[in-house]
């Protein structure tokens, strides 16, 4: 897959809370007693970490199933995707895509392809 | 009359197995938490329809739910039933945060290294004997947690780890605190059991522990006759009216102590097998004890296809079969540790489930069984409620 470089770790200049969309994975839906999309407030800098850390304070019992508690790393066999690309290994600080702040896609949280 | 209330954990979500003291027609609930793996539902002893369940799975870890009704509705837990849920409906609790104190150390691996402790999940809920808020709940890897504001915040009793924690080895199916035993007489003793690091007694509420290991013997695991620890327990029971009095299913063996675990001696007896994993007392006998054998640790299924449960009338030693309504061929299901119980009624009621799915009940002391369920996915905990 060819990385969007328009979208992918774009700048922004607003400083207004931005709603972004993010789908969750069916468990988290029905842990979270939400529908597949939520959306979150996220302020600046609106980073992948700013992102996570209002979901969860929005949904409290989200935390620690999605970031360690104490580490505050991903969990194994969690994964993020937005625009088509493959988010999950980058650092707390890496700025959510323009077209995720715009509300154009959404940021998925999703369960890895695991077990058997 | 009276009401029994069966709470299941299984791989795929809990159900709730309700019927009359007369025990012949079943009402099933369920499956709670759809999808993810159960493996505890406990109630507390003083307030029944305050039930704890533990469910977790590979990818999103450890939640700790509670319900209030009697398995009616669940939330996970706030410290009191009117913050569990937001006025938008939505759970406000933070109920799965089990960190260990201070630095996590390190416990000996599979290739006899150092290895650190990491939280994996809840194997086991403990309810308090005198206060619905307070829990203990036993974890993988190895450690004991306790909240005493229903289930909103947990703490861990590091004491436990410095009983030669440094020393303790996972098995084959991981290292955890799967049996905890509340003493009716006394407060502040607790015994508890761990999968390849063996059985642990605190006098002092838990601040401290020591292994009460004495006269297990386990010479292909242990070469050490005097180890202290090390030794695989599978389950620990006892009578409430007689809690010095402990029943052990080791790795193989079963062994009773006269005197709180500081010497146990084997009372396997005429078994066809002493290997398995639960072992339960009878409600209203103190000396009558329940088992199921399997054939080894490398085939984990009943000897010669036939599914038995084995009762002792004399605190070991002596055995007789059960079979009367359980499968008598080409039956290769395992009992796991958690997954018997016994009701309070009397006769004694007597429940377990199998891996297979199936959730059996005697409604007279063991002497003959129904299927309550027959398929639901594999059973992992079964825990009993004598309700008025």
Known sequence: MTPNSETRGAPTAATAPRAVRVQLPHHL?????????????????????????????????????????????????VRFFACREDLSQEPPDFPLPAAVLSGAEPFLIVGALAGG | MNKVRVLVGTKKGAFILSADGRREHWDVSGPHFAGWEIYHVKGSPVEPDRLYASQSNGWFGQIIQRSDDGGRSWNPPGSRPDELVG??????????????????????????????????????????LTDPDTVYAGAEDAALFRTTDGGKTWKELPGLRQAKGHLWQPGAG?????TILLDPQNPQRIWLAISAAGAFRTDDGGQTWKPINRGLKSP?????PDAEVGHCVHRIARHPARPDVLYMQKHWDIMRTEDAGE?????SGNLPSDFGFPIEVHAHEPATVYVVPIKSDSEHFPPEGKL?????????????????????????????????AVDALDPCGVYFGTTGGQVYVSPNNGDTWQPIVRDLPAVLSVEVQTLP
């Not at chain 1, 969860?56 to 991903?74: K, S, W």
């Not at chain 2, 010497?263 to 009372?267: G, L, S």
């Open chain 2, 87 to 128: 006025p938008d409906g939505m759970p406000r609790g933070e109920s799965n945060k089990f960190v260990y104190e201070g630095e996590a150390g390190t416990h000996k691996w599979y290739d006899g290294t150092q290895h650190p402790w990491e939280f994996k999940r809840i194997w086991h809920l403990e309810p308090s």
């Open chain 2, 220 to 224: 292909f695991e242990l070469p050490d």
């Open chain 2, 174 to 178: 991981g290292m955890a605190v799967h």
């Open chain 1, 29 to 77: 839906r029905t842990l979270a007693r939400v529908p597949a999309e939520v959306v979150i407030e996220v302020g600046e800098p609106a980073s992948l970490g700013s992102l996570l850390d209002a979901l969860e304070a929005r949904h409290p019992v989200l935390r620690g199933t999605v970031r360690d508690h104490v580490t505050r790393r991903r969990r194994p066999f």
């Open chain 2, 308 to 340: 038995r449960v084995y009762r002792s009338r004399t605190g070991g030693h002596e055995w007789e079969a059960l079979t009367q309504g359980l499968p008598q061929r080409d039956c290769y299901v395992n009992v796991l540790r958690d997954a018997m």
């Open chain 2, 263 to 267: 010497q146990w001696t084997e009372v």
